[in-house]
T-cell receptor, first 115, second 114 residues
Framework: AQTVTQSQPEMSVQEAETVTLSCTYD???????LFWYKQPPSRQMILVIR??????QNATENRFSVNFQKAAKSFSLKISDSQLGDTAMYFC????????????FGKGTKLSVIP | EPEVTQTPSHQVTQMGQEVILRCVPI?????FYWYRQILGQKVEFLVS????????KSEIFDDQFSVERPDGSNFTLKIRSTKLEDSAMYFC????????????FGPGTRLTVT
């Protein structure tokens, strides 16, 4: 089975600091898509950022950016200037580019932003 | 901003009963999905649906499960005879088309089977 691994079950960061969440994945495909989803305590998952595997440039969305290392199959999320509203579960997910729309999720990292 | 909605937010049922979970995807989206998350575990794919038929399903999605788009707005997941192990959070998601790979999730329905 092709898996997504998040090795940090819990992390904490001081408000205004920077934190990096790790994700590695397994795939035999050359084209695929990677996502980070945020699930606040209200439990609705929100898409934070996406990365197409064929793009070398790392995706950025405001305070959120990724470090995509295709050869290492690594896709980490960096949150700059952390805010209290960033407290949530963060899920890394992969979607196959071979005509499948099935998202494969990691177990998640619980991030707490401390005032 | 349009959102995926789900009802009910919490459903309690007895083992062996049928349940129907309802979802209203974003209106111009064409692909629909169900996922589930057993407490403390990963979010798992159940099924995807396009053009009024199932396009993919996982091993979890056995004969006890079915999906339907009964009208132009609703997308339902039916569990025919619930088991204790069906207790989970069920998430509906939708995406716009085959070129947009972003899936938008609803808030989920917590199903408790007693």
């Amino acid at each position: 089975a092709q898996t997504v691994t998040q090795s940090q079950p819990e992390m904490s960061v001081q408000e205004a600091e920077t934190v990096t969440l790790s994700c590695t994945y397994d795939t035999s495909e050359n084209n695929y898509y990677l996502f980070w989803y945020k699930q606040p305590p209200s439990r609705q998952m929100i898409l934070v950022i996406r990365q197409e595997a064929y793009k070398q440039q790392n995706a950025t969305e405001n305070r959120f950016s990724v470090n995509f290392q295709k050869a290492a199959k690594s896709f980490s999320l960096k949150i700059s200037d952390s805010q209290l509203g960033d407290t949530a579960m963060y899920f890394c997910a992969r979607l196959s580019g071979a005509g499948s729309y099935q998202l494969t999720f990691g177990k998640g990292t619980k991030l707490s932003v401390i005032p | 901003e349009p959102e995926v909605t789900q009802t009910p937010s919490h459903q309690v049922t007895q083992m062996g009963q049928e349940v129907i979970l309802r979802c209203v995807p974003i209106s111009n989206h064409l692909y629909f999905y169900w996922y589930r998350q057993i407490l403390g575990q990963k979010v798992e794919f159940l099924v995807s649906f396009y053009n009024n038929e199932i396009s993919e399903k996982s091993e979890i999605f056995d004969d006890q499960f079915s999906v339907e788009r009964p009208d132009g707005s609703n997308f339902t997941l039916k569990i025919r005879s619930t088991k204790l192990e069906d207790s989970a959070m069920y998430f509906c998601a939708s995406s716009r088309d085959s070129y947009s790979y972003e899936q938008y999730f609803g808030p989920g329905t917590r199903l408790t089977v007693t």
